[in-house]
């Protein structure tokens, strides 16, 4: 069994401290320090973190692994697997978060603090091969892991002031590679939102990639207006359309919902961020442009709980 | 890896099923010589305990037929559980409708009960059940292995808050039992990570379980629940089964908090109308 899963350090990540060391199954990814080698393109459409990370497992990782997994750091997977007396006694309070999602398992996330966020990741490097062998037997049984897809109200929000529209991006993607066989009801359907944090079985995974790739470069190359943060939303619909299509195809697919920790501030913000700047956060998220909303007010309402980035570095 | 699922029947069903999977079992009944539905009164039974609905069916598999099996399961005459293990390019031929319910599944993000009195569909389930061939029992046997606990799309409500929205009358019922299964809970689980009920029910019985599992849940709420029968003779119709729907959660929580690559998952399942399923 081997299995690599990315954890992408985004800014936002960093605003909590430095990351811990990674350990036997999990790497983390600084998003923009990658060699890409495209001849052929211009590949700075692909610099979203979602798909910089999988275009570099794609390249580096799929032939090596026989399951390949992706998250943000500020929000990773909830992958635990230490034995419950070891962890009730070395981290108590992910001993309580455990009882919690045991509880609430059907719950796409779990809202937890910086230091738990932190607390998860040195439980993460302090992994030993017994407990990697527990997730390594728990993972056999399973094909994809994801959390449970769940209505989210920013997605609506994305989905309502996206340009081009859906159905173009649509159009385009179902010329492209395993999208041809994906029927248009699967693009339809109302959107769900998980993140872009899932593992997938690589021989799973290679076909959406390769049909995500194609669609990517045909998009930069009809609508050159489409920038890397719209297609990082469109990343997480296409993977939502597939990952339907293949429970469809399949009814014995196995599927493990687990959730992932989200840290949010007890308290919604009363101040910007330090380095806030309007202009670049309206860039950074254009769905929020196109609404005519300011960035400012926008930001403080809604975009901290629903994780935008306000800075490229 | 032995498998049977028992669709559980109050009467003698036409549409009985006798696969390598599937086993119409009835309650209470003698069955002809030429069916091929089991009965409960082959053996050790609580046949006469009609408040105990499908609990009467899975007290008989957990008398007299656990040492046959890996993995048992249960599902109801007209509530059947949605796992086909054909591809979707060989079974929207045969059955479009069951094509579209699978879209719908898939669709749906989570489990789901799909409601409907659609005859046709029905018909096209059992007999697209009698018709897998031996491949499509390896791979629901396959799909099963993987997971230790299998069941229908739970209720995320507290228990006791559940049970009052079906028995609005019984909630005193309810406070003064629940004593009695912690009391069995510590007994069983001398480490226990939950105090029963949990913060989420089971719904219907219906689920698919390793034996192991399946004999220690059993052992835990069988006893008492025969017990709370000969103790309140006026309890309401149905009560025992309602009261063991609610408590899988916590037996869950539990498996999770002591193992946890325990693999439990919500199954899709139709529910047909009774006069789909006549």
New interface residues.
Partial sequence: MRVHVFSTVSSRRRSFGPAQVSNLFTSFFYPGQIDYQLSDTDHSILAAPNVEQLYYAMQSFINDNDYLGFEDAAAPLFIDFVPSPRLSLEFPTLFELRKTVANQWHRPFHTVTSRDLIDYEIMRSRCDEADLGEFHRWLARVDVVMPFPTYGLADNFRMAHLKPGWEVFTFIARQCGVFKHISETFFGVEFWSFSSAFILRSDLLQPFADGFFEAALMFHRLRPEIDCYDLSFIFQRLLSVYLDYLLYKNDLLKVANIPVLHCLPSEPPSVLPVDFNADTYLRLNRDVFNAGMPGASHYLSAGWREDRIWSLT | MTLKIFSCHHVVTSHELSTAIYQSLVSGREVPADSQTWTDIAGENISTREKFSELRHQFYVWKNLLNDYDYVGFEHYRRLF???????NTALPISPEMATS??R???A??AMDLETDSAKLFQDVIRTRRHFTDADHE??S??IK??DILFAK?I?QPARDNFVGSHSHSLELWDEIMPAFKQSWHKIFPTS??EPP???SGYLNMYIMRTEFFYEYMSWIMPVLLELDDHYPAAAARVWGHVAERLL?AY??QK???R??F?F?ALPHFTFGRAACA
């Fill in positions: 949605c796992l086909d293990p054909r591809p979707i699978r879209a599944f898939a669709l993000g989570s791979k629901i396959a799909y993987d997971h739970p995320m990570f939950v949990a913060a989420w959660g869950i929580v999770t908090m002591e946890p690559s693999r998952k």
